[in-house]
């Protein structure tokens, strides 16, 4: 791609991209050789990317002489929602903020948004192809405090003389094989062996995990952690956040955040991990209402503590879902109101003339798909059927969703 960059930039290749984007660009390739000079491979490619970048990157695609990269490299960038999260609790948690560095820049989406609160970021990226794009992308976007250095983060930690305000790291969680990695030690670059280099030069550490990593885990693995950020954007999280200060030994916070497409805080759930071993759960069977915490909540362990904070009875020490008789709106998660319990199939299609529902399952023998082949039920409507199990028995739940 990188041999095309020139060409990209042309306004009228730019104008063809947004005239075709509508296109099917896998069509595209089949009727022709060559548009405007470049492959018709490359055009498609470009217009794949926008129309990835409409959601995930808006900024991007709004933005004219954006050139797109590989669809893979595209998947693995934070999303906008996510960096631009990122920026924002780092302008109120790091005092100082002149100089930082991403060591893997990759598309630039992250580096963009930290040089609008730094006043100096270096962007680090092994590949000179990629480099260039996200050269020509800040140079598009109006992002000049931003130094580009090809290289690895080894050598550019090791051999900079420069001390930082922040380091930030995202380090690949494939191996060699491709096969996904779950230890921050298996990721590529090795934050475990370059954090002592890096605290030589820096007051903070920021690293980005995947979703998948064990919360604990990375706690293991990582020196002087201070805060972590659950993140999930529309209920799905996105990434694991590990905000680290040089000596820091005092008590780990930890945020459940849930975003908007747009980067918006819809919920916030701080904690620590001492607060949920001393929580303690009420047990009830089912109520008026259920509620499901979001999936941040989940994914940062607060099972007990979402309970008693919202004053909210449990089902199940394993079923991950609360009841109470009084609808308690600001819960950080779905709400559905009970409207029948355990129905047999002949009153399920009676009160399901569609025969269409979303069903879930927490805690129960059955999955989704199981169950509706059992109860001869699709998917569809706005009635939600959900399976779950109390400390007594096992329910099937006919509800509809109030949030």
């Not at 990721?187 to 919360?215: E, H, M, R, W």
């Not at 047990?283 to 994914?299: D, F, Q, R, T, V």
């Not at 129960?364 to 199990?389: A, C, H, M, Q, T």
């Amino acid at each position: 791609m990188i041999e095309f960059l020139s060409l990209l930039v042309q306004s009228s290749v730019q104008e063809y991209l947004v005239e075709h984007e509508p296109d099917d660009e896998r069509g595209l390739v089949l009727k022709q050789k060559e548009i405007l000079g470049l492959p018709a491979a490359v055009i498609a490619s470009q217009l794949h990317g926008r129309k990835t970048a409409k959601t995930k990157l808006p900024t991007w695609y709004k933005t004219k002489g954006i050139v797109y990269p590989p669809t893979i490299n595209l998947e693995q960038c934070s999303s906008e929602a996510c960096a631009s999260f990122k920026a924002s609790f780092l302008k109120e948690m790091i005092p100082k903020r002149s100089v930082t560095a991403d060591l893997t820049g990759g598309l630039g989406v992250d580096s963009y948004f930290l040089s609008k609160v730094f006043e100096t970021i270096h962007h680090v990226d092994e590949n000179e192809a990629v480099l260039e794009m996200a050269k020509q992308n800040h140079k598009a976007l109006g992002a000049h405090a931003i130094k580009h250095q090809t290289g690895t983060a080894e050598q550019f930690i090791e051999n900079s003389s420069n001390t930082f305000d922040l380091v930030y790291i995202d380090p690949s969680r494939r191996d060699q094989q491709s096969r996904k990695v779950f230890r921050l030690a298996d990721c590529s670059p090795d934050i475990t062996a370059l954090q002592s280099i890096i605290f030589g030069k820096s007051n903070y550490l920021l690293v980005k995990a995947s979703p998948l990593l064990d919360i604990q885990q990375g706690l293991r693995e990582l020196f002087f952690v201070r805060k972590v950020f659950v993140v999930s954007v529309s209920n799905e999280c996105k990434e694991l956040l590990f905000l680290a200060e040089k000596n820091y030994s005092g008590t780990v916070q930890i945020e459940a955040v849930d975003l908007s497409n747009s980067g918006l805080v819809r919920s916030s759930f701080i904690f620590s991990i001492e607060e949920e071993q001393e929580a303690t759960s009420e047990w009830n069977e089912p109520l008026e209402y259920l509620y499901e915490p979001n999936a941040s909540i989940m994914k940062a362990g607060a099972f007990k503590l979402a309970g008693e904070r919202y004053q909210l009875n449990k089902l199940n020490a394993n079923t991950h879902l609360y009841t109470s008789i009084q609808l308690i709106t600001d819960f950080p998660g779905r709400i559905f109101r009970v409207e029948h319990l355990n129905p047999d199939k002949k009153e399920l299609h009676n009160l399901l003339p569609t025969k269409q529902v979303n069903v879930l399952t927490r805690n129960y023998p059955l999955r989704p798909e199981e169950l509706k082949k059992k109860l001869n039920v699709r998917d569809g409507g706005d009635k939600y059927l959900i399976g779950f199990s109390s400390e007594k028995k096992k329910y099937l739940g006919l509800c509809s969703r109030i949030q």
